[in-house]
């Protein structure tokens, strides 16, 4: 028999908490047999709202903690006084063997912190990456970084491409996934000093990555590029602005197929799943792994209702069966000599 799945929840995080995680936990378990689940925060609420789900109590463990680490707690402040807490805990099943991958809608700084004090970076990386897998017509571009890193010097912008190459293979079963970064043109001179330096790594070092040069952020949803790759400033704001700009489309829709009478409605009624299928189409995926550590760390976002909770929780254990990070260390075993090869200007900028 095949040995269950488990995956390390973050009750307490996020916008909701429990009221949300737990129907989301009995949500995702519910299609998926292969999965157990340990939940960690605060064992009455977290009972009090599975009360109701009692099919899959026995596929779910909770494990009580005190602590929360707070939504607009500092990351040095979560280090220091974060252990035992929910997210703690979470994180640190994963380090004790108990679990595969580890889920939280908590603080994004907090939960990078402390999964990088708890689970170490792998292959020798600086810092982790958040990654978001965009949509667009004929599949899903890899975005990166998403959140987890505001500055970033072309190093580590040629880490990302490595780790987002790696992850796309991994995850999406493309053989050779193409590779850009983002600028705000497509011509050699155009971006800052950074992007600028990494492009020079990327396209004359010895990385061997399918690099196709600067990409603009409409190439993000057309699919020019299987990666795109940027700092986590950047990326943050392009993916809350493309979360954004779905919502504002889908609400528009809803409501010029709902207000202009009743048969409007009535078509309105009649196209419901449709229209469903369409959000779901626009929507970035809730959660994001945190790239390049010893482990695997989903960040949902603070606001996740119980259908987002649950297409994470999901997400969890699809990463965690791919063999993602074995292609990210492959890759970053090249990483020296591709900064040597690239020549000096290269080398020292990116260092």
Not at 198 to 216: P, T
Request: aromatic fraction near 4%.
């Amino acid at each position: 028999m095949t040995q269950p799945l488990v995956i390390s929840v973050d009750a307490m995080g996020g916008d909701h908490g429990p009221s949300v995680v737990a129907p989301a936990c009995a949500e995702a378990l519910a299609d998926r047999p292969n999965i157990r689940l340990l939940l960690h925060g605060d064992e009455a609420a977290i009972g009090a709202a599975l009360a109701r789900h009692e099919a899959v109590r026995g596929r779910i463990e909770v494990r009580h903690s005190d602590k929360v680490v707070s939504m607009d707690e500092k990351p040095a402040q979560a280090m220091r006084r974060g252990k035992g807490s929910s997210m703690w805990n979470a994180v640190e099943a994963i380090r004790e063997g108990q679990a595969a991958a580890a889920v939280s809608a908590g603080n994004t700084g907090a939960l990078m912190a402390i999964s990088k004090l708890i689970l170490r970076m792998s292959a020798e990386l600086e810092r982790p990456a958040l990654v978001a897998s965009i949509p667009h017509p004929n599949g899903v571009t890899t975005f990166l970084d998403v959140g987890a890193n505001v500055d970033c010097d072309a190093e580590r912008l040629v880490e990302f491409a490595i780790m987002g190459e790696a992850y796309h293979r991994a995850a999406h079963g493309v053989a050779r996934p193409t590779v850009g970064l983002l600028n705000v043109g497509s011509e050699e001179m155009k971006g800052h000093e950074e992007v600028r330096q990494a492009h020079g790594v990327l396209r004359e070092g010895g990385i061997d990555l399918a690099y196709k040069g600067f990409v603009e952020g409409d190439d993000i949803t057309k699919g020019a590029v299987d990666v795109v790759v940027t700092d986590g400033f950047t990326g943050n704001v392009a993916l809350k602005a493309m979360e954004g700009a779905a919502r504002f489309m889908y609400d528009e829709l809803r409501a010029a197929l709902t207000k202009s009478g009743p048969a409007t409605s009535l078509g309105a009624l009649l196209a419901r799943g449709s229209l469903l299928r369409f959000r779901d189409k626009l929507s970035p995926p809730p959660a994001a792994p945190l790239l390049g550590l010893n482990g695997l760390v989903l960040k949902c976002h603070g606001g996740a209702d119980q259908r987002d909770f649950a297409k994470a929780i999901r997400a969890a254990a699809d990463v965690a069966q791919s063999g993602f990070a074995s292609e990210i260390e492959r890759n970053m075993r090249r990483l020296p000599a591709a900064l040597a090869e690239a020549g000096p200007a290269a080398a020292d900028g990116a260092a």
